[in-house]
Structures are given as C-alpha cells and as structure tokens.
C-alpha cells in the first residue's frame, strides 16, 4: 500500500525538486497566446494551500498539475506517462536533493507540448520521474500528474487569488492595475526571493533570504543562518517535515517570534527547523536562510511579476496572530487505491506514525487503524483539509473517534492538546 502522510509539511516538492533544473539550463522558451489574446483567467482546486490547474500534454487531459514557484523544469511524476509519451532524444540521470536515501532517476526530455488555458508552450524542459517519490495523489486526495512551475511564472505577470481560487495571467506589456504592496523579488536560478527581518532568540532583527514557494503548504521554514544551524527556539517537537527526492525530511518544529516582511508582520509564526545540510543552497547559486509557504501567501491576493522582479501582496483575510500544528499527534495517510481521477478519496483514510506521548497515543490509537467516523460524522463527508483543520483547531477539544482495527470496531475519545 502506497501512502504519504497528510499532517506532514508539504515543503520539499517546492523546495528540493528544483535540483533537476541544473542538468537542463534555463533557456527562452515561454508560454504564449495565440491571436490577439493578452490575458486569461482560469480556475483552479486548492488542497491544504497548494494550487492544483488542468494542464494538457502533448493536446491529451486535462491533467492535474500542482503549480509551484520553487520548481524551474516541469516535473512529471505520474510514472505511468513515460509508457504515452514519446520520449525522443531522452536522457536518464540520476537525480540528488535534500533527504535521507538515495536520489532518483529521471527522463529529461524536451518533446512536449503543454498547455494552460490558450497558452501554449513548445519543447519545455521536462523531468520525468521513474518513481513517484512524492505520491502526491494520496498526500492530496487527488490525482496528480506532475508540477508546473518556473517557465508559467516567466511567461506571465500572474495574479493569484486564493479567495476566489483563480489565476489571471497577463502576457507582458499589458497595462493592469497592480494591487497591494510592492516587494523587490529576486529571481536566482529560476525561483523567486524576497527579504525579510526575523526575531527570535539568539537572532535579533537579523535580515534573511527567504524563498517564495507557494508549492509549500508551510508558513515558514527555518534552515541556515551565515552557513549554521539555526538556533532554534525554546520549545520545539520534533517532526517530519515533509518528503524530498531523496526521502523524508526530519526536523524540528516550533516558533518564531515575530517575522516582518516590508510593512507586514506576523507574530509568533509558526516555523519547520529541518536538519542542517550544508549541502543545501549548492544548487540554488544563493545564500538561503528559508523559505515562505503558502499558509501566508493565502491571506492575500498575490501578483508575480518576474520581468520586473517584483512580488505585489494585498491582504485579502484576516491573518491569525498564531498559526497552529497538528494538535494530535497521528500521522493520516490515504489509500493510494481509493485515490480515483479528479476526485477526493473517501473512506480510505489511515493512521500512520503516532508520537510518543502524544494525545493520539494516550488515546489508544493505534498505527494502522482507519478511520470510520468522527464525532458521529461519516469519514467520508470529510476532506483533507477538513481534517486537517479539525485536528488543529483548538487546545482542549474532545473528538470521538470510530476506528476500524482489523475486524473490531473501536471507540476513542481524543482530546487535542497545543504542542507548541
């Protein structure tokens, strides 16, 4: 059985998977209008902050693609595509990122054709995994075919809108009112920086680097300070902090005391603390300190402008003062089985790795058991990211849960408890 864990940060597939990019360079081609079109607004499915759009192959799906500004070549990683596609003057390489194990190998290509909306791009860099190592369809609940990110965002001024859940891309040189606060942006290697002041213990307004991926589901994650370790705050839990090409990313997690980006400022955000790696910013040709996910970017309507270098935010809803973890201490997966095309699992699912000492643990919950109801309420009137929020709403709250136990039925009572 195939899962991924959904209470994991989805961090690495915005961060990490970059690294194919170095083995194709960057080169002019862009996605293009035909006829006297100048822009397009699409809609797009939004699960647990990420951005999923329909994107056609080759003039085939439309395929569910997640897009993300922290990948440079298209990533195909629906294995079952290098069987369709044809695949001329293909190569494989072995690709390395950030995480335990192994890298990957890859089919670098530029045979395809993809299409958003009316834009249309020709020959794009393409990796195609051999192996599904971020299992994407069971961490969403959907399936997923691949990632498009750095050659969309360069062809376009791209407005987002998380509230309505809908992309306008303009073709540039077109006159649009920009909205929000401008940000400089710098674009390193295909992906988009900005800077920022942190507060913390041990750093005191000290300026950073940080990576704008709205491929990450995160708020913030922490990673390196002048090349260091960064200090990490008082209290902290340990934790999985999402999947990399070559395996699971382990860390801490905890807060920062305040973070301040120009006029805005969030206060006691919370942070992923990944192992220290010094390898890390090798393939990046920047100094990163760490990245701003999507939690954040989802309170504004966002505008990237990559010709201009700049990033435009106008807050859109109500921030909260303090972003909140998992309050359970379980790891849910779903059943990669029960993943159908276009449509959200139900009934399907699991408990995976429970911490120790944690509510899910004092509440004898056991790896392994599916969930059957909660509170009295089928599973499958949930999404993901119903349970998500569910599992972190409030400090104290009791959950009656039915599980199924190979053959027996089980009744626990969970009460959440804030861990940091």
């Given at each position: 059985?195939?899962h ?17 990019y ?23 499915t ?36 290098a ?9 494989t390489v ?40 971020f ?16 050659y ?17 891309f ?13 940000l ?8 988009p ?17 940080l ?32 999947v ?5 990313i382990?860390?801490?997690m905890?807060r ?22 010094e ?14 996910g ?25 921030y ?10 379980m ?26 000492g ?35 709403e ?19 009572i ?7």
């Open positions: 059985m195939q991924k864990w959904f209470n994991m940060i989805l961090t690495i597939v915005g961060l990490y998977a970059t690294c194919v170095n083995a194709v360079p960057i080169c002019a081609q862009s996605f293009e209008f035909g006829g006297k079109r100048k822009k397009e607004t699409i809609k797009f939004q699960v647990k902050n990420l951005i999923i759009i329909p994107v056609y192959i080759n003039e085939k799906g439309p395929y569910n693609f997640l897009l993300d500004t922290g990948v440079g070549q298209m990533i195909i990683t629906d294995t079952t595509f069987k369709d596609l044809s695949l001329v003057n293909s190569r072995k690709v390395q990122g950030y995480g335990l194990g192994e890298g990957i190998e890859a089919l670098l290509t530029r045979n395809i054709k993809a299409r958003v909306g009316h834009a249309v791009i020709n020959n794009i860099p393409t990796a195609v995994f051999k192996n599904d190592v299992n994407l369809s069971s961490y969403l609940g959907i399936k997923i075919h691949g990632i498009l990110g750095y969309f965002f360069n062809s376009f001024i791209v407005r987002v809108n998380y509230v309505g859940q809908q992309i306008s303009y073709q540039h040189g077109s006159v649009i009112k920009h909205k929000g606060i401008a400089p942006m710098k674009i390193v290697n295909a992906k920086y900005i800077h920022a002041v942190v507060n913390m213990p041990n750093l005191i307004n000290t300026n950073i680097n990576l704008v991926d709205n491929g990450s589901s995160h708020s913030l994650m922490m990673e390196s300070i002048d090349n260091k370790p960064i200090p990490l705050p008082r209290h902290t839990i340990p934790a999985n902090l999402g990399g090409i070559n395996g699971e382990k860390g801490a905890g920062v005391d305040s973070l301040k980006i120009h006029d805005l400022k969030f206060a006691a955000m919370l942070a992923g603390f990944p192992e220290f790696s390898e890390r910013n090798l393939n990046d040709g920047i100094q990163r300190n760490g990245t701003l999507a939690e954040i970017l989802r309170h504004f309507l966002v505008t990237f402008d990559y010709l201009h270098e700049l990033l435009y935010l106008k807050r859109r809803s109500p909260q003062r303090k972003t909140e973890h998992d309050m359970s201490g790891e849910i997966y779903i059943d990669n089985e029960t993943v159908a095309e276009k449509k959200q699992a139900v009934e399907g699912y699991y408990v995976g790795r429970i911490e120790k944690s509510p899910a643990e004092l509440s004898g919950i056991q790896a392994g058991d599916q969930l059957r109801s909660i509170d009295f309420r089928s599973i499958s009137t949930y999404s993901l990211n119903d349970l998500t929020e569910l599992l972190k409030r400090d104290g709250k009791q959950l009656i849960i039915e599980l199924q136990r190979k053959k027996e039925m089980v009744i626990v969970l009460r959440l408890k804030r861990r940091i």
